[in-house]
């Protein structure tokens, strides 16, 4: 039951060929078989989760058809659900139990999801593979040795490894793409400010958006239409009518226009995802697509304003993380200085006092209109550089990375190295647009994912495009 997709498994316990309890009891069980090596949850819940599946299933018996009554899904740790431990996989969380539960798990619980548990991340969601949590490592289903991805890198190794129909993550600089193009799963970020952030842990506010990671586009949709709309205790939510993400999805793209961005296919990218993305294109082309290349000259500066951005924010944000008004206390400071700098320098992973460093850096006297101010302005040029191409195309397409899934390790002396992960994914939230990442091939037997973006607010036409990608590319999930 568990390798099922979320729509296969909601037909099923809609006409009664299956219970929420026996669906529930499948997933744990391959919870179970492959956490030992997965390593995806840092919390299961599997007596709170049976609870809900039963309830789910008087409700069936009842008729009622909810559109996600009965099916398992996950979150990630940054996500507050109250009662439970909201750990962000770091030190400094430890123990903290969410007096509240986040806008976006409220809505999955209101349409009868089932909860299995909290998935692990990058500490405070600042990293591409999944390396930076201080709990444990979680593997890439594809290859063991491998990272999942980051920073929703339990989420994305869960959906693959069949341990929940979907799951969601948030991406502040491809944190639900990258790791969906390195486990081979769907993973979609909203246009800034249809989905409710209020609950999720923040890393850079202007930045951050929750989004599902899914095993189809199709699913996608369906957790979308779920999670978008407006909420007033989020001053960035937009109030906007309501849509039906999965109206487009079976129909063609004849004629639709998508640019290929040249920078993102050029020098960088590794050679065998070049080649997995240019069968993409083609088999875009074969659907009845435009497909032309463009220059986005802007992307060079991308990553530069993206990591001061992201940082002096994060600095900002992490400042209530203090050992008084929320985290780890250190025992035996003297005076309150001293307990502050010991409560964040023994809760604080080393990319987290990296990230805060530097953006206390751009933000201190002197600095910030030579840092921050210009940053800014940078940002404002790549909305421009996409305002103008999405002007004259229905999307625009790129790797999601510009490679496949690293081993443990490579990587985790080399912060730039790391940071170039995201050089595809990071100008999509500079510039607050909707992006998805789509399983379109493998390359030396790992996933590749194809990037595309639209128009803000545009998800219908995005997810239409995607399912196109999908339906083309014939991409073969791992089942463990």
């Not at 079976?250 to 065998?272: F, H």
Request: glycine share 8%; charged share 20%; with cysteine.
């Amino acid at each position: 039951m568990h390798k099922l997709s979320l729509k296969e498994v909601r037909s099923k316990l809609f006409k009664g060929e299956t219970t929420a309890e026996i669906v529930t009891q499948s997933v744990f069980k391959q919870i179970y078989a492959q956490e030992p090596s997965v390593q995806a949850y840092l919390s299961i819940y599997k007596e709170q989760a049976l609870t809900q599946a039963r309830a789910a299933d008087e409700r069936l018996k009842k008729g009622e058809r909810l559109p996600l009554l009965g099916v398992p899904l996950a979150l990630k740790d940054n996500l507050n659900l109250t009662g439970t431990e909201t750990t962000c996989a770091s030190k400094i969380l430890k123990g903290y139990i969410s007096s509240y539960t986040a806008t976006a798990v409220q809505k999955l619980l209101d349409a009868g999801a089932v909860i299995t548990g909290k998935l692990n991340l990058d500490e405070f969601a600042m990293g591409s593979s999944t390396e930076n949590s201080a709990v444990q490592k979680t593997a890439n289903p594809w290859n063991k040795e491998c990272v999942p991805g980051g920073s929703s890198g339990g989420a994305a190794a869960a959906v693959a490894a069949d341990e929940c129909f979907g799951a969601l993550g948030s991406d502040t600089g491809g944190s639900i793409r990258q790791p969906a193009s390195f486990c081979g799963v769907v993973g979609l970020k909203p246009t800034y400010g249809l989905v409710s952030r209020y609950g999720l842990v923040a890393f850079a506010s202007s930045l951050d958006q929750i989004g599902p990671l899914a095993k189809t586009v199709e699913d996608a949709a369906i957790l979308l239409n779920v999670l978008a709309g407006y909420d007033a205790q989020d001053s960035t939510s937009v109030e906007r009518p309501p849509q039906d993400y999965t109206a487009l999805l079976t129909q063609d793209i004849q004629g639709k226009k998508i640019a290929v961005i040249k920078e993102l296919l050029g020098s960088g990218i590794d050679a065998n995802v070049r080649q997995v993305i240019q069968t993409a294109i083609a088999a875009l082309q074969k659907q009845g697509a435009v497909i032309e290349e463009i220059e986005m000259p802007s992307f060079q500066h991308a990553l530069a304003a993206y990591y001061l951005v992201a940082t002096s924010e994060a600095s900002a944000n992490l400042a209530r993380f203090d050992g008084v008004r929320f985290g780890h206390r250190a025992a035996g400071a003297k005076d309150v200085l001293t307990m502050f700098k010991r409560a964040r320098a023994e809760g604080f992973g080393p990319e987290v006092k990296r990230r805060i460093m530097l953006g206390t850096y751009a933000l201190s006297a002197g600095y910030y209109d030579a840092y921050y101010l210009k940053a800014q302005k940078v940002r404002t040029l790549i909305k421009q550089d996409y305002a103008r191409a999405l002007a004259s195309y229905d999307a625009v397409l790129s790797p999601t990375s510009p490679s496949v899934a690293f081993k443990f390790g490579a990587k985790v002396n080399d912060p730039l190295s790391m940071y170039l992960s995201d050089i595809a994914t990071i100008p999509v939230n500079l510039a607050g647009l909707p992006g998805i990442s789509v399983p379109c091939g493998l390359a030396d037997g790992l996933p590749v994912g194809l990037q595309l973006v639209a128009k803000e607010f545009e998800e219908q036409k995005l997810l239409q495009i995607a399912a196109a990608a999908e339906r083309g590319c014939h991409f073969e999930r791992i089942h463990l």
